[in-house]
């Protein structure tokens, strides 16, 4: 609480510092306010934003949109073995249902979760225009999946005017990274924009290397003064040959110790057609039709000791378990997600466009398939049983069970949503807003998976199979007003009520096979840890309810924005999962708790004097479970997994000349728990701690049209993990550099 309470008297500090900075009065205008005339963007609600511009973009030298994120007030990035995910306002592990990623208003998240990622790296930062972060809510708008904010990319791909960037960049790990962007008036009607960029690094461990190529094109074509086409189409490969996760204690004797094997081969494809019809002044249609496909090939090695417990005997049951250590594995795994979709909207102004009323339909189709092989060596090379304290013997296994341990999985699951919505904003006075919205969807499940067949010893060959067969029906409403109390301060109050729909695959459990084949002479079945079953979980939608209340203004020549808000969540999904990684022993669960709530501070200010500028943001959230299950381990006062509880900016830019400028950030990310699931099933907790990361640049500029940039990020070298469990962890680089040119015209 202290560390807290210092940390806010510092930001405060710093408004009260810079009473004697000079503020460009039309910046507290342009602050948070859409200028985009474009029909297609969606209109703006009662709450404080946060956008990075493609001049700060460039400024700061990101090679990617994670890299832009991960500095963005607000927000968590967090790393897993498939690419990254966006954490608001407390979602945790399930920022991929409860966190909309969007580029030009079309969202890119992922229907499942295992083996899908977030494509946010797929986009060239060359391409990027600006990045627009709303934090909470937005069900109305953008339906399931929004309430713990939005994040808006937008690319130049509508933009009027001839240009073109172009970057390259030499970075610590042979990073190697080129990219371009530009765009071109054909004609007064045509306008043609590309981009490319292509990223090659060997990566901060041993044995890494990593190959990024994107390209994308597209034009915007105005038929006449009512009416106007827009296509988009963008291609992306990701050729990973990288490495597991490692033990805790290799990690500590050497951080880029490489893990075992794992390549990971990506292609993202999308394409989207918009079409805008301005029927009159006052009234607009549009229709926005949308593909979107991932594929992914995966081949990973894994070590695990895999335990068979066996009760031998009818008369005089004996329990003989048998342990095979340290026995390889092999992974062959292949992924596909298809999304298609349509989103139709019409936008009505009126009474002297002090009204605006938004009425659409969105529907989406979703089809998850995968299929994947673990094979083990052969198990009768690493045999050792024992009897329970009688005497140590050797069990003999048949022809059959001296083979390899086999595990396939075939799964295609599919979920189509029908949504239908209405919006509508009215400036009531002068000075105050009041905005409402309704929306109502329904989401159909369809599919199966399969788990087998399965080769393990002591049970013979075993086949599962569930299908998934529902339906739900889900609303959600917003009502909110906003009071501008002077020309650049303004205050608002929200409530939201919001959901959150499973993915497909959520909707079932891997757990403990219960009921394996009995052997000859065995009194109970054998208790194996490589042999799973999946069950149905009767998993419900979340429903949230969210109260926001926030103000912005200019105090003291610094602009300030705070916002305070509470999220009580009914039904909450929580997921628990073993702590190995090795899809043929890992296991889940998911489960709807009673309720849980999210409260925070979000705090952003910014401060400029002639030659100097600050920037600072403060995250708080604390998370908790008001009504748990001690069934399931998790109980009243418990803190939400995988939440960090704060996240702190700190950002500096001092103009030495004209043409040189030095840049330093401080990010902090706080700490979070976390829970797994041990080899029995039973839940076990452990801590994440937080980390802090100094990063610091030196930026000369050329001339008019180019730029020199160098830097170095993560100065302290800290050490910390992109991704951990309790057993294993994958290290995030240390202290690495790079040197990059930026040019422009």
Known sequence: MKKRIGILSFLISAAVFAQGTTIELDKSVIKNENRERDFIVVPKVSKNTFTVTQEEIRE????????????????????????????????????????????????????????????INSIPIESVKKIEIIPGGGATLYGSGSVGGVINIVTNSNATKDNFFMDLKYSSFDNRNFGFAGGQNVTDKLYLNYGFNYI???????????QNTT???????????????????????????????????ILAEN????????????????????????????????????????????????IDDIEIVVTTGNRAPVELTNLFKDVPSMLDATMKEEK?????????????????????YDYLHAVNTRKSRVESKVLVDYFESRDRGYHWRKMGLNATEQGPLINNIDIKLKKDSHSLYAF??????????????????????????????????????????????????????????LYKYNDTGSVYLRYERGFVTPFAAQLTDKIHDSELNRGKGQSKPPQVNVASVYVANNLKAETTDTLEIGFRDYILNSYVALSLYATDTENEITT?????????????????????????????????????????????????????????????????????NMKLTLGAKYNITDNWSVLSSYTYV????????????KVVEYKIKGHGVIDAGLNYKIDSYANLKFGIKNLTSTKYNLRETSLEAYPAPERNYYLELNVKF
Do not use: H
């Not at 298609?340 to 659409?360: A, C, I, P, R, W």
């Not at 159909?444 to 599962?464: A, L």
């Open 60 to 119: 700061r030298s990101y090679k990617n949109v994670e890299d832009v994120l991960k500095d963005a007030p607000g927000v968590i990035v967090n790393n897993t073995a498939f690419g990254p995910k966006i954490d608001m306002r407390g979602s945790g592990d399930k920022s991929l249902s409860r966190v909309k990623v969007m580029v030009d208003g079309i969202s890119i998240n992922p229907t499942e979760e295992a083996m899908a990622s977030l494509p």
């Open 200 to 210: 090659n690094t060997e990566g901060y461990r041993e044995s890494e290397d990593n």
């Open 215 to 249: 390209f994308l094109g597209g034009f915007d074509y105005k038929i006449n003064e009512r009416n106007k086409i827009r296509f988009q189409a963008r291609t992306n490969k990701d050729k990973k040959d990288g490495t597991t996760e490692v033990s805790k204690k």
């Open 255 to 302: 951080r880029k110790a490489p893990g075992l094997n794992m390549d990971i081969d990506t292609d993202n494809t999308s394409y989207t057609f918009d079409y805008e019809l301005r029927a009159t002044d006052n009234l607009s249609f549009g229709a926005t039709y949308f593909e979107q496909m991932q594929k992914r090939k995966i081949k990973a090695e894994s």
């Open 340 to 360: 298609k979709g349509v989103k139709l909207k019409s936008v009505y102004n009126y009474n002297e466009n002090k009204g605006s009323l938004t009425v659409g």
């Open 424 to 481: 509508n904003k009215y400036e009531l006075t002068d000075k105050l807003d009041i905005t409402a919205g309704i929306r109502g969807e329904k989401t159909i499940y369809s599919g199966y998976r399969k788990n087998g067949p399965n080769k393990i010893p002591f049970t013979g060959v075993k086949t599962s199979n569930i299908d998934t067969d529902e339906s739900m029906k889900n609303y959600a409403g917003e009502v909110g007003t």
């Open 576 to 644: 628990i999962n073993s702590g190995v990684t090795n899809p043929a022993v890992r296991r889940w669960k998911y489960r709807n708790i009673g309720k849980t709530r999210r409260m925070g501070i979000e705090l952003e200010a910014e401060q400029e004097f002639d030659r100097l500028s600050f920037q600072q943001s403060l995250s708080l959230v604390s998370a908790k479970v008001i009504n748990g299950s001690e069934k399931y381990g998790i109980v009243k006062g418990q803190k939400i997994p995988m939440v960090p």
């Open 670 to 681: 706080g700490s979070q728990e976390a829970r797994e699931l041990d080899k029995n099933d």
